[in-house]
């Protein structure tokens, strides 16, 4: 009888949590109101212009435009994000990749967070990295963590980017990469050049030796856009127009004025163009070219077909743009880099004017027989 008796309560109070937790859209009835507690300390003085500040960034209504934007854009949308399974690919291919790539999970990393490099300059890899079993785009939790300070008026807003540091190129991680200029002090362009850049696949040919072909996808895959921004990562052969330096200091009017997010992230009165759309905004060329932005460097895309032309042939470039597999004079091999460089960049040289047209003008040269 006693364990009949104890059976039945158990059932009856495990039932009970079986109706609390299928009863998820339950909605309790009020109470009465309890006393007034005793009041607190009063705090410092808050700013309500602060979170008016706030809410104008984090409300539903500015919210919507920007992942309608998002949803639309490339970045959401790409054929490649199916590609960051393979841990070769995912720190660019995959939103997960990305983030485990900025905290470092790929690589040996010493006491100060650094990457640790073995003689040649390389990241080492960590033994038997895994894969991932799903890609997908990047998202907003990919760009976007949390903010580093919420006193916006003195350390600026970081729109609680991920990353906004210097970085370190995959092919040459010697080189530092930071787009902090006067139009973007806190370096928010940074956020862009970790995918947009070249991957260490082919060395950039160099010296006097032939050099050896092996793909007829050479060429610094594929999003080579940070790099010719700064002016660097062409093979800069020798000829009659000169480079015209790299990052900071180099010639480069867009580099000093402006930057990725300057020119496909601005604001604009025209919803299918900047902010997360990423397409370049023609509002946002206005503020310097003031009767109107030319939309390719003068001749651009007259002289890639002469270096297409030379190339082909000789033999080094399909008609279609793809190299071929051969052992060619350092020459040859610089031009045909410098002619996937052009044409994976995809500005018609609007990242970078003057070096574009120097890897232009000089590799025509190097090949005029
Ligand atoms: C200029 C735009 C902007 C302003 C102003 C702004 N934020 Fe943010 N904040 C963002 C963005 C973008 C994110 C990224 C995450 C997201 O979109 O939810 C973010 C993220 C956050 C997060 C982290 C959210 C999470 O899920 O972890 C908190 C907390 C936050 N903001 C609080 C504030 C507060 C408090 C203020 C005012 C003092 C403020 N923000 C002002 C743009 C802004
Ligand atoms: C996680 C890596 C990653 C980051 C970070 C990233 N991109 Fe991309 N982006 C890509 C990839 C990959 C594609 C190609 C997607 C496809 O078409 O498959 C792309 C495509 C684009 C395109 C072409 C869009 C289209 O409509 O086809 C633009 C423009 C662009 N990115 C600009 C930017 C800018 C500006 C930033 C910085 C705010 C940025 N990206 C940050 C990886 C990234
Ligand atoms: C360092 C970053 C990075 C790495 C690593 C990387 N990619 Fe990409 N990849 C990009 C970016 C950025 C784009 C988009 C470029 C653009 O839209 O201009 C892209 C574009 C592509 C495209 C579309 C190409 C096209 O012409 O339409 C494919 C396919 C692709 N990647 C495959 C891969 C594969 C496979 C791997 C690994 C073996 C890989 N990527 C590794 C950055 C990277
Ligand atoms: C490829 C990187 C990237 C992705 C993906 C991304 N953002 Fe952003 N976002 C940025 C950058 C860079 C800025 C700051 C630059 C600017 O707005 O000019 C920014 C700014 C913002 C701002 C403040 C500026 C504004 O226009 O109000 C908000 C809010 C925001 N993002 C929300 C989102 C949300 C929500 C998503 C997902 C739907 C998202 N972001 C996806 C890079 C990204
Ligand atoms: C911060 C000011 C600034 C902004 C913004 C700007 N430009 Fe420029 N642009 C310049 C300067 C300065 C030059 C001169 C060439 C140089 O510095 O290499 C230039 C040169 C050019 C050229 C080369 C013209 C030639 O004669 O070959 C093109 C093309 C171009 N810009 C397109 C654009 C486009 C498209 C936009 C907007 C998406 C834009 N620019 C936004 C300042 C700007
Ligand atoms: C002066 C303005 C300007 C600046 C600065 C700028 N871009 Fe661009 N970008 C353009 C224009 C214009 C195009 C060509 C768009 C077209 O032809 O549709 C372009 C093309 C691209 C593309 C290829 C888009 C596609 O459809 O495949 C990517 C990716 C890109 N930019 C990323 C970047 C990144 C990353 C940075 C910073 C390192 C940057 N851009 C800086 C104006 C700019």
Redesign the pocket.
């Known amino acids: 009888m006693k364990n009949f008796k104890l059976i039945l309560n158990l059932v009856i109070v495990v039932s009970g949590f079986m109706f609390f937790q299928c009863t998820s859209e339950y909605t309790p009835i009020a109470g009465i109101d309890g006393k007034d507690g005793i009041d607190g300390v009063d705090g410092v003085n808050g700013s309500d212009a ?2 008016a ?2 809410i ?3 409300s539903s209504t500015h ?1 919507d435009p920007i992942i309608n934007a998002y949803a639309s854009s490339g970045h959401a949308t790409g054929s490649s994000w199916g590609r960051g399974t393979g841990s070769s690919c995912a720190q660019c291919h995959n939103n997960e990749g990305y983030i485990d790539y900025l905290s470092n999970k790929y690589f040996e990393t010493d006491d100060a967070g650094d990457l640790v490099e073995d003689v040649n300059g390389d990241p080492i890899p960590m033994p038997n990295p895994d894969g991932y079993a799903v890609s997908n785009p990047i998202n ?1 939790t990919g760009c ?4 580093r300070s ?1 006193d ?1 008026s003195t350390d600026g ?1 970081d ?2 980017l991920r990353n906004i540091d210097p970085v370190k190129l995959v092919l040459d991680p010697t080189i530092h990469v930071d787009l902090t200029n006067s139009s973007d002090a806190l370096g928010l362009s940074n956020a862009c050049v970790t995918c947009h850049q070249p991957r260490p696949s082919y060395a950039i040919p160099a010296g006097t030796e032939d050099y050896t072909v092996t793909s007829s996808r050479f060429g610094p895959h594929h999003g080579p856009q940070s790099t010719m921004f700064e002016g660097i990562m062409g093979a800069n052969i020798v000829g009659s127009t000169a480079y015209p330096g790299a990052g900071a200091n180099g010639d480069n009017g867009h580099r000093k004025g402006t930057s990725c997010i300057g020119c496909h992230m601005s604001e604009t009165t025209d919803m299918a163009e900047g902010g997360h759309t990423w397409l370049p905004s023609q509002e946002s060329c206005v503020t310097c070219h003031t009767s109107g932005a030319p939309t390719e460097v003068t001749g651009f895309a007259a002289d890639l077909e002469t270096l297409h032309g030379l190339l082909f042939d000789l033999g080094a470039i399909t008609a279609t743009g793809s190299t071929v597999s051969g052992t060619y004079p350092v020459k040859v091999a610089q031009a045909m880099w410098n002619y996937k460089t052009l044409e994976e960049d995809n500005s018609k040289g609007v990242h970078n004017p003057k070096y574009s047209k120097a890897l232009l003008k000089n590799s025509i040269e190097a090949l005029q027989p």
């Open positions: 602060d979170a500040l706030c104008q960034c984090h919210r907003c976007h963590t949390a903010h919420f916006f807003n729109y609680a």
